[in-house]
């Protein structure tokens, strides 16, 4: 998919490192975007899918105080459309047993830190098709 491809579409980076998540949003926005929110944690992102409707959200698996399988869990336990929304997973970890969790609970997709930009435009060109 190229970066114009994402045009159409709004992301939410939940991350609740501060650099790192400026650095992807801002990598996100060399992408296309056409709108790219922000959350610190599980509890804010599950209010800024709310507020802001994302098409996909990008999420750390590790983050204080609601980790990304609480923010996965309280996604897929809400209404439609929320319990479709593609989430993409970011982790240093990739052990089995965490992956195999996310993966119960609806993660759409997993990407590897650090995160390139090439990586991104494949993983999100994939979950929005």
Known sequence: MSASAFG???VL?????TFTRMVLARMLGGLG????HQAGDGEAGLAAVREHAPDVVLC???MKP???LGFLRG????AEPLRSLPVVFMTNRAD???MAEARDLG???FIVKPVTPDALRDTLGRCLG
């Not at 980076?13 to 490192?17: A, C, L, P, S, T």
């Not at 975007?33 to 790219?36: H, N, Q």
């Open 75 to 78: 996604l897929r336990g809400g």
């Open 66 to 68: 609601l980790d990304g």
């Open 107 to 109: 993660a759409d997709i």
């Open 13 to 17: 980076v939940i991350e609740d490192e």
């Open 60 to 62: 750390d698996v590790e």
């Open 96 to 98: 089995e047993g965490r």
């Open 33 to 36: 975007f056409k709108a790219v």
């Open 8 to 10: 159409n579409f709004s």
